[in-house]
Every structure is written in structure tokens, then in C-alpha cells.
């Protein structure tokens, strides 16, 4: 049975950071596709950051510079840092994986919202 369980999430004022873990079980991350997408109140779901199967990284271009995906294979576990946080980056977060042959080699920030694996995610909330 797959799981992904999303933790680190918080209430925090603008300029603050945090930082986002997803534990994975029953699917090893490394050579699939894996990332953060995240939904606000109101807001469609955003494609956040991604690290393909080739291990490459891609972020969307409103956290860029502020957010950095990363991944610890030994704990198959990913993270999300993120600084200097703003307002509209409050959303639930959620992290998620599938399968490399499913999507184009570099175009996973595109499709991370309807990746198959998900976890229930967790709420960021940042107040200005």
C-alpha cells in the first residue's frame, strides 16, 4: 500500500519560512517523478516544484529563488523548504509521485497536480 503522510506545515508571518516533509511508503521515489503542488482557498491547484525522473529540478515562477525541493533517498522521504514566505503562498500543501513513462521528461511541473500518488497534505498559512 502506497502512502504519502505530509508534515511541517504551520502558521507563519510574511518574510518566515518552513519546512515541508513527505514520507513515502510502499513507493520508491528515486527515477519517478515527485513534487509539491498546493491549493488555496478558493484557487485552482498550482504546480509548486518538481524533481523529475531524471533527477532534474523545475519550479513554478512564483517561488522561485524562495522555495528548494529536495529529496533524502535513504528515508525516501521529499522536502520543501521555502523562505521568505508571502501571503499568497497560503494553500494546503500536498506532495505527490507517478510513474516516469507517464508524463514528457522535464514537463513534470505540468502535470504534478494529477499526479496518481497524493498525500491528505498540509495547510501553510502566512500572515502579513
Known amino acids: 500500500q502506497v502512502e504519502l503522510v505530509e508534515s511541517g506545515g504551520g502558521s507563519v508571518q510574511a518574510g518566515g519560512s518552513l519546512r515541508l516533509s513527505c514520507a513515502v511508503s510502499?513507493?520508491?521515489?528515486?527515477?519517478?517523478?515527485r513534487g509539491w503542488f498546493r491549493q488555496g482557498p478558493g484557487d485552482e491547484r498550482e504546480g509548486v516544484a518538481v524533481i523529475d525522473s531524471d533527477g532534474s529540478t523545475t519550479y513554478a515562477d512564483s517561488v522561485k529563488g524562495r522555495f528548494t525541493i529536495s529529496e533524502d533517498n535513504a528515508k525516501n522521504t521529499l522536502y520543501l523548504q521555502m523562505v521568505n514566505l508571502k501571503p499568497e503562498d497560503t494553500a494546503m500543501y500536498y506532495c505527490?509521485?507517478?510513474?516516469?513513462?507517464?508524463?514528457?521528461?522535464?514537463?513534470?511541473?505540468?502535470?504534478?497536480?494529477?499526479?496518481?500518488?497524493r498525500g491528505q497534505g498540509t495547510q501553510v498559512t502566512v500572515s502579513s
Open positions: 505527490a509521485a507517478d510513474e516516469p513513462f507517464r508524463y514528457p521528461r522535464g514537463r513534470g511541473i505540468e502535470f504534478v497536480t494529477t499526479f496518481y500518488y
Open positions: 510502499g513507493y520508491t521515489l528515486r527515477r519517478r517523478f
